[in-house]
């Protein structure tokens, strides 16, 4: 911390990434998947990270979350620099990435048995309570098969909320089910966020997703990543996806996401 | 039930129908014995205790063998799946002699070891050793590596995650190597017992054999239906219950 930060006594960010940078290395292409990226994100903030495909998004979530590393730039949450995974950031996948060698429960009890603070008992009573915050406490011995696949993905919710953490990264956990399961999802994870109150960044391509769903909206655009406009959301919650003034915001976003991909084409010679 | 009772007038049927062209004498009685012949031969075996004592002694072989193959399999499985070095050495060489028909260790089995207890046993052994490894290499390779990241964030290191993603995960191609490799070991010691007396213990592969050399067509009939039984026991206590659980948590059909 600077000596100019320590006077003015500013709460610390739960989350900061700093001039992030990330080159992949194909075969004969170089993709400047992150170019240069900062974020600060608040305690309690729920943050949407939305763009087109390529734009970089996904790996700034996998480098948030500690599983990939920046060419350049670093990380910082609650004050320590991030080195690896830790459950104080939990990630959820598109794919609910559920271990079909265990029932319900024991996917429950996976990460909650790596909390040397519980015993068992407690460790059941925690994994009960999250199944039952996501409405599935009928299926605590289903199979993993035998789940819909919007089941799975809450399944999937309650197993990264169960140990706790203080960040929740979901990379577009929603893009595969269909319109139906994923909006009762909208208003469960809203409900969930408001209750526990989590640090969320939420990766999706879905404009209206984002805005259904963020505090704020930070829109990238590709070729290299890079962050082009944030949007404060200040709607009422819960939202619901389909009235008229989320639409509005929403369609904002989409303009600015269009203009940018067209300034963008421009850039490139091709 | 119903099942059951299909099943058994099935063989009842069979036999009868065994025993009819037995008594309209097309074959010679020697070549062809009742079932009642090899039923008495069973019975007495049974009494005196040959059957058992040869099961036992080739039972013995052939689960220490198997046994050995699977502790050392399913961790040289790993290995080559894990470290590149180790798949181009140990993982080829592996492939190659997964390739060579197990009864081919025979004559070297035996110049090595001689007519020894651990000749049968190295026999076992490379017979299943390699399946094993090789489907514990593959299994591995199969999972989707999405498992060990979502276990990365939930605080899983790196030994945790091999014992309790990864192997968990590749269960299914391990059950099925075990299987293959249980019939590898099974038909090599077979033939090595037929092949060869072994002094340290007469097995159920040596009945059979003494049971061409005394002409006794019961005792070679009733020595491999002996063999069948304990095949299909194999099969029911050693990997149904794996199959089962298989079957039950990934939805697989088998």
Same mark, same amino acid.
């Given at each position: ?28 292409? %170089? ?36 599983? @990939?590393?920046?060419? &350049? ?45 519980? +015993? ?25 098969? @035998? ?41 469960? %994870? ?16 879905? =404009?209206? @997703? ?7 909206? =930070? ?9 082009? @406009? ?11 996806? +389909? ?7 929403? &369609? ?15 850039? =490139?010679?091709? | ?8 007038? *099935? ?17 010679? #009685? ?54 590149? *070095? ?14 060579? #028909? ?19 046993? *190295? ?6 050793? *390699? ?109 149904? #219950? ?13």
């Amino acid at each position: 911390m600077t000596l100019e930060q320590e006077l003015q006594n500013v709460a610390p960010e739960k989350l900061v990434v700093e001039n992030v940078s990330k080159t992949f290395r194909q075969r004969r292409t %170089i993709v400047h998947a992150l170019d240069n990226v900062s974020l600060n994100v608040r305690e309690g903030e729920f943050v949407c990270l939305v763009g087109p495909s390529g734009c970089g998004k996904s790996t700034l979530l996998n480098i948030i979350a500690g599983l @990939e590393f920046p060419d &350049s730039g670093r990380v910082v949450a609650d004050g320590k620099p991030v080195t690896g995974p830790g459950r104080e950031r939990m990630m959820m996948f598109q794919e609910p990435a559920l271990f079909p060698w265990l029932d319900v429960l024991d996917n429950l009890m996976f990460g909650l048995k790596l909390k040397s603070n519980l +015993n068992n008992r407690e460790r059941r009573e925690v994994a009960q309570f999250y199944l039952k915050l996501v409405g599935l406490e009928k299926f605590i011995h289903a199979n993993i098969h @035998e789940l819909s696949g919007g089941m799975k993905q809450r399944v999937a919710l309650a197993r990264a909320l169960a140990p706790n953490p203080r960040v929740l990264l979901m990379d577009e956990p929603f893009a595969a089910l269909d319109a139906l399961t994923r909006e009762q999802l909208y208003g469960d %994870i809203q409900g969930i966020w408001e209750k526990r109150r989590k640090t969320i960044i939420f990766v999706t391509h879905n =404009v209206r @997703e984002a805005a259904c769903l963020g505090d704020r909206v =930070v829109l990238f655009s590709p070729h290299p990543g890079r962050i082009r @406009e944030e949007f404060q959301i200040d709607l009422p919650r819960p939202r619901d996806i +389909n009235t008229v003034e989320l639409a509005k915001h929403a &369609s904002a976003i989409r303009g600015a996401l269009k203009q940018h991909l067209v300034s963008e084409e421009a850039e =490139v010679p091709e | 039930m119903k099942r059951a009772l299909v099943v058994v007038v *099935f063989f009842a049927l069979l036999v009868a129908g065994w025993e009819v062209l037995y008594r309209m004498k097309i074959w010679s #009685p020697v070549l062809v014995p009742s079932p009642v012949t090899v039923g008495q031969y069973l019975i007495e075996s049974g009494k005196d205790g040959t059957m058992l004592q040869a099961t036992i002694v080739t039972m013995r072989r052939l689960l220490i063998g198997y046994f050995l193959s699977i502790v050392v399999g399913l961790p040289l499985g790993l290995l080559t799946a894990r470290f590149k *070095f180790a798949e181009d050495t140990l993982g080829v060489l592996s492939l190659g002699l997964q390739t060579l #028909p197990s009864v081919c260790w025979i004559p070297l089995a035996l110049l090595w070891f001689g007519q020894t207890e651990a000749a049968m046993l *190295f026999v076992v052994i490379m017979g299943s050793l *390699f399946s094993i490894l090789i489907a514990t290499d593959n299994g591995v390779r199969t999972v989707p590596p999405i498992y060990a990241r979502a276990a990365r964030t939930m605080g899983s290191g790196q030994f945790h995650t091999w014992f309790k993603v990864i192997l968990p995960a590749s269960l299914p191609f391990i059950v099925s190597g075990m299987k293959q490799g249980w019939g590898f070991a099974w038909r090599s010691l077979m033939g090595a017992e037929i092949y060869v007396t072994i002094l340290t213990g007469f097995g159920l592969g040596h009945l059979l054999h003494y049971g061409r050399e005394l002409n006794a067509m019961d005792q070679v009939i009733g020595v491999m239906l002996v063999i069948i039984v304990i095949g299909l026991l194999a099969d029911k206590i050693l990997f149904s #219950p794996w199959e089962k659980f298989l079957y039950r948590r990934w939805g697989t059909q088998k």
